[in-house]
């Protein structure tokens, strides 16, 4: 069941968005080649503390840390580590948090030195997936109006798309229905209603859209090893359209 938030919900959820909108812009501050995830984690854990927010990926489901730190070919999921990152490398940092009993979840994608331009192409096609799905998030819409843009975009420039990890409703729990692929046909699927809360969120492969996951039951990978990117917004659908709560 889809729960619809009220106007006055959805303005109670603005607070979770944005403590992890400023964990965003505050890593963009802290990314430079040498550094660690395991740094990057715990200065966010420290972080949303900070703002009055509270940790939830620590201990869900047995996840060992306070953030998804995804590196190069890692498509989501990844364990922070002590390994330092490197010149070129390629970091997908999610993060979540709670206030209020509300949630905000939001990935976004950091590169180490300068990016190769292949890389540069990469993260601007899969942002401007993210900015066309959310285009499509208008009450009376179909879900396939969002989750086709996304879909044909990316596949015009060559990439593909991350079937097998799910995009979510987000409220009082961190996931909600709809739970669906970016992947879709236009006019098909779940009607879009004003009240709905949920993230945007595309995985976009340089190569196959096939992934496979680590002996450890996380770690998703691309299944060719080639660069995997994503953006991640949560996004209320108000009568005045798009409503972006993790707004950086």
């Not at 499509?136 to 420039?157: C, F, M, V, W, Y």
């Not at 739970?179 to 969120?201: D, N, P, Q, W």
């Given at each position: 069941?889809?729960?619809?938030k009220s106007?006055?919900e ?5 607070t979770a ?6 964990c965003?812009?505050?890593?963009a501050?802290?990314i ?13 854990a420290?972080?949303i503390?900070?703002?009055g ?7 869900y ?15 989501a999921?990844?364990?922070p ?26 990935c976004?994608?950091?590169t180490i030195?300068q990016?190769s331009p ?5 993260l ?13 998030a ?16 990316a ?6 798309v ?13 996931h ?7 992947v ?20 976009i492969?340089?190569g ?7 002996a ?13 990117a994503q ?14 709560l993790?707004?950086?």
């Amino acid at each position: 069941m889809i729960i619809l938030k009220s106007p006055r919900e959805i303005e109670e959820m603005k607070t979770a968005g944005q403590i992890v909108a400023d964990c965003h812009r505050e890593v963009a501050k802290l990314i430079e080649p040498g550094i660690t995830t395991l740094e990057i984690n715990d200065f966010v854990a420290k972080h949303i503390i900070k703002l009055g927010g509270k940790q939830f990926t620590k201990g869900y489901n047995g996840f060992p840390a306070e953030t998804c730190a995804s590196v190069n070919d890692v498509v989501a999921h990844g364990f922070p580590s002590a390994k330092p990152l490197q010149e070129g490398d390629l970091l997908k940092l999610d993060i979540v948090a709670e206030y209020g009993g509300w949630f905000g979840d939001s990935c976004w994608c950091y590169t180490i030195g300068q990016p190769s331009p292949a890389v540069e192409r990469l993260l601007k096609v899969t942002k401007e997936c993210l900015e066309l799905g959310i285009a499509q998030a208008i009450p009376g819409n179909r879900l396939g109006d969002i989750t086709s843009a996304i879909q044909k975009h990316a596949e015009s420039h060559g990439y593909s798309v991350v079937r097998d990890l799910l995009a979510h409703g987000v409220g009082r729990s961190l996931h909600e229905e709809p739970s669906y692929e970016h992947v879709g046909v236009a006019g098909k699927g779940v009607r879009l209603k004003e009240g709905m809360v949920f993230t945007i969120e595309p995985m976009i492969n340089e190569g196959t859209f096939r992934i496979s996951i680590d002996a450890d039951g996380w770690t998703a990978r691309t299944a060719d090893g080639k660069l995997s990117a994503q953006y991640e917004h949560t996004v209320a659908l108000t009568a005045d359209g798009p409503l972006i709560l993790t707004a950086q």
